[in-house]
Structure formats: C-alpha cells, structure tokens
C-alpha cells in the first residue's frame, strides 16, 4: 500500500509542478505580468522551463497573447470554434510548431508580439534538440521500471511531468465551449468548474479574459483558484511579486468591475 501512496504522491508532485510552470510562471508572470517573478529566479524558469514541462516559454508566451487578440475567431491559435473540440488538441500543437518556427525565423507577426520578453527561445529549440526533454523524462520511467522493477512509479513520474498537452487542450477546448459565464465578454470564454479544479484556476476563462492581468482567476465566492494560492505561497517567499489581483464581486453588479485589472 506505501509503495501505490508513493506513486501517487509522485505524480501530484510532478503534476504540480508541471502546472506551477505553466500557470503561474508562463501564463501569469510571463505573458501577461500579473505577478512580477524575482530577477534571479526569473533567470532560473527560463533555463530550466523547456526542461521542466517540454515547453518553450517564449513560444508559450507569444501564443497565448495571439490567443487574446483573436481570440474564438479565424487566428485564434486553438479555439474549438476553429478546430473542433476534440480538434483542438492537435489545432494546439499545429499553432504551437507554427509559432516557434516564426519567432526562430523572426518573422515580424510573431515576435512583435513578444518584444517585451527580451531573452531568446530556448537553445534547445534553436538547436533542434527540443526532444532532449522528452527523452529525459522518459529516461527516468525506464530507469523506475527496468532497474527497480518500479513501473507505476515510473509511469506516475512521467504522466504527472508530461500533463500539459492534456491541461491545454481541457482549458482550451472545454473552456470556450462548455460552463457558465460572469462577463459578457467578445469570445466564447466559459468558466468551466471541473477543469479549473483540475488545472489550478485556469478553466475560469470568462474571467481570465474579462480581467487577464489579474494574477486572480476566480471573483466569486464560490470559485477556487488554487494556483492563486500557490503565486501567494511564493510570493511569501519572496520568489514573485502580485502585481494585479481581482477582488471576489458580484459580476452582476456592473460598477464594481470597472475597479478590477483590465
């Protein structure tokens, strides 16, 4: 029974860190700078950021801004009103392999978008060895499985720190086409309960982008965003910076959303 616990405990850590990346790093600090991250740990996301969740941060980055300024049109990088639900999760890749070809070949469409974030995609993918990461994690399942007879654990390693194309597609898809909506916003964005539970906060997509500054994604009482709580949990050590919060309001209450990051 220790040893199903352990594997379990595995794949929480991993998962969560995978989301940590993605959700508070990318997504919150990076792209749309609702919480500040400290100049020395900032340096230390970039480097270890494609080798963490096999992402590159910039070509992350640039994406999801596309995603706002087109967002559930034509250009939008992967709306379900584009590619289909079930489509979405290959539009995504398709999108993602388009865009970091861009910004590699500095065709000016992309990196106009990101000429904020002055570092480079990573060396990986400038080298062609975006693979390495993928190998390595995979390195780690076999090496649980073939030399300790641990293939549970391995394989609990692996899920948890590869989750992302799964996390995206169910924020991307599920997010702009099924759930509830606080805003009456210019896109097809749903909050979408399960999937903000299962990806810390980020399935509340209305009000993401009603208020995508906002390092807070739920402004409801009864909305949980737990990757608020981990950006306060660093923010208490010191790692990162709240720049913009929302309050929890009454969306009804037109008045009190003037007040709230735009």
């Not at 995603?67 to 709306?79: N, V």
């Not at 080298?127 to 391995?154: E, I, K, M, Q, S």
């Not at 997010?175 to 399960?194: C, E, I, K, P, W």
Request: some cysteine.
């Amino acid at each position: 029974m220790n040893y199903y616990w352990l594997c379990a405990a595995v794949f929480a850590f991993t998962y969560c860190l995978n989301m940590t990346y993605i959700s508070i790093f990318y997504h919150r600090g990076f792209t749309h700078e609702g919480i500040k991250i400290n100049p020395a740990f900032q340096r230390f996301i970039i480097s270890s950021g494609s080798w963490i969740t096999g992402i590159d941060l910039k070509a992350w980055a640039c994406m999801h801004r596309m995603h706002h300024m087109y967002s559930d049109t034509a250009k939008d990088p992967h709306s379900p009103k584009r590619w289909g639900l079930f489509g979405t999760m290959l539009g995504q890749l398709h999108s993602y392999n388009a865009t970091l070809r861009g910004l590699i070949k500095g065709k000016p469409e992309y990196t106009s978008i990101v000429k904020d974030l002055d570092f480079d995609v990573s060396f990986l993918n400038r080298t062609r060895l975006w693979y390495l990461p993928y190998v390595l994690h995979v390195a780690v399942w076999l090496t649980c499985g073939f030399v300790f007879n641990a293939w549970l654990l391995g394989y609990a390693y692996f899920v948890g720190m590869m989750s992302h194309p799964v996390q995206g597609w169910l924020v991307n898809a599920l997010g702009h086409a099924m759930g509830y909506r606080n805003f009456q916003v210019n896109d097809d964005s749903r909050n979408n309960t399960l999937v903000a539970w299962l990806c810390f906060g980020e399935g509340y997509q209305n009000n993401h982008h009603r208020f995508p500054k906002s390092a807070k994604f739920s402004v409801r009482w009864f909305e949980f965003d737990f990757g608020w709580h981990v950006a306060r949990l660093l923010a208490a050590f010191g790692l990162v910076e709240i720049i913009n919060a929302a309050k929890t309001i009454d969306p009804s209450q037109a008045d009190l959303t003037e007040a709230l990051p735009n």
